[in-house]
């Protein structure tokens, strides 16, 4: 398939397809060649019958506010923390130039049980209680690896953390079994659409009720592994009742996917993906199609922008401190500068605050309580601040920061995604 691909891209770019008029039906086979990879996934049937929805029971809240992780946290950190310095931070250049995560870096990643935190206990998970703030916890420590790595490892959770939270019991029996067995499916929760000052909470993907099921019509842009995705998880404006989310299969007709390179998180194989009225059954609808569930899944897929952020940037301070102390300018460390010691104490403060908002809204968001507000600040902190400590990364580094020889000008471009893409992950 992938020889298949590449001899198909290469037809598409040879001048001599304008010459004799053949541009638009190459770039329509090029579209249709690309669309059939993506349809090359598993069929998804229940191996057992539920008599109710699963559900991770809430998190207990603590009598006194504290934020700091329990033992059962510290070592999900510790674990994970070790897999992103030990796997992802040595394969982070060559993903990123590659446009593409190793195969085998997401099988060892899977062997973690990432795409399997928010499947309930009563259908193999690994955790009976409901914990965002565990899931942040294991975003920040993956994207101290690489963001766009995380982001591709991420990806599958993100959709069995959608239907444990709010699929019925059939949807739950058919699609979550898969996650917590051996070969985990590629899968992608897919709500940023391609137009400019995008509102996710507005729509223009499009879904109508035909018969007894649905009609959706929508393009989603830079979505995770899209042309892997065998499940989609897909937000779209349900006619007469708002906004809505729809569990797609791949394989699906009418489902047409493309590569999307972007400027950052290139190793997450960001891809378009279109919905050509693409018939489903009535049993795709997620949480009964109610407006809160997306409004919520909006809010947790922020939150896990902002997680991915805290560990970018604490990777950005981890690697210039070492390195404006042992940098040397007119017979001294350049750390000895009060300009460039301000500078890499500013990062520190900022990154304080990225993570303590973050940290409170997903202890809100596991205690039940509304954490809109502390959603919506933790966002603007991370996009606005974040964004600062990748330029100011570069910046330390002088003309290093701007060469590849050092990651900092990835983590840069990585950053800027926190504050752009919506969906993609979820807590």
């Known amino acids: 398939m992938g020889l298949g691909l590449r001899a198909l891209g ?3 770019s040879l001048d001599v397809i304008d010459r004799v008029g053949l541009r638009k039906p190459a770039e329509r086979l090029l579209y249709r060649g690309t669309m059939a990879a993506g349809k090359a996934g598993r069929t998804f049937a229940a191996v057992t019958k539920l008599a109710k929805p699963a559900r991770q029971a809430p998190r207990k809240p603590a009598d006194l506010f504290d934020l700091t992780p329990d033992d059962e ?13 030990d796997k992802l931070r040595p394969a982070a250049a060559e993903a990123d130039a590659d446009s593409a995560a190793p195969k085998e870096l997401l099988e060892q990643a899977n062997e973690l049980g990432v795409t399997m935190l928010g499947v309930p206990a009563e259908l193999d998970g690994p955790m009976a209680e409901r914990s965002t703030v565990t899931s942040v916890l294991a975003a920040e420590a993956l994207a101290h690896g690489d963001m766009g790595l995380a982001v591709a490892i991420l990806a599958p959770g993100a959709v069995s953390t959608a239907i444990g939270l709010w699929g019925d019991a059939d949807q739950q029996a058919r699609y979550l079994p898969p996650f917590t067995g051996e070969d985990p499916p590629a899968a992608a929760l897919a709500l940023l659409e391609p137009q400019p000052l995008f509102d996710p909470l507005a729509p223009q993907a499009r879904a109508r009720r035909e018969g007894d099921g649905f009609v959706l019509s ?4 830079l979505v995770p592994r899209g042309a892997d995705a065998e499940l989609f998880v897909v937000g779209a404006e349900l006619e007469g009742s ?4 729809f569990i797609v299969e791949s394989k699906s007709e009418g489902v047409f996917v493309e590569p999307e390179p972007a400027m950052g998180l290139r190793a997450a194989s960001l891809a378009r993906v279109v919905f050509d009225d693409v018939k ?3 049993d795709a609808l997620l949480g009964e199609g109610q407006p809160g569930v997306y409004a919520e899944c909006v809010r947790r897929a922020r939150l896990a922008w902002c997680a991915l952020a805290v560990g970018t940037a604490q990777a950005t301070l ?5 390195y404006v102390n042992q940098r040397e300018a007119f017979g001294e460390p350049i750390s000895h500068r009060q300009a460039v010691a301000f500078a890499v104490s500013d990062i520190a403060i900022e990154l304080e605050g ?3 908002t973050t940290w409170r809204a997903a202890s809100l968001a ?5 954490f809109a507000r502390e959603t919506a600040v933790a966002r603007r902190l991370c996009a606005e601040k974040g964004m600062q400590i990748g330029s100011q990364g570069v910046q330390l580094l002088g003309g290093h920061g701007y060469v590849k020889e050092h990651p900092v000008e990835r983590w840069y471009r990585d950053l800027r995604a926190a504050g752009v893409m919506e969906g993609g992950v979820l807590v």
Do not use: C, H, N, W
Not at 318 to 322: Q, R, W
């Open 280 to 282: 489903l059954g009535p």
């Open 10 to 12: 290469r037809f598409a």
């Open 242 to 245: 708002g906004p809505a989310l």
């Open 354 to 356: 990225m993570r303590l």
């Open 318 to 322: 981890d690697y210039v401190i070492p």
């Open 73 to 85: 946290q510290q070592m999900l950190q510790e674990a994970f923390g070790s897999f992103a310095a």
């Open 366 to 370: 596991d205690q039940g309580k509304d």
């Open 218 to 221: 929508a393009t989603k842009s």
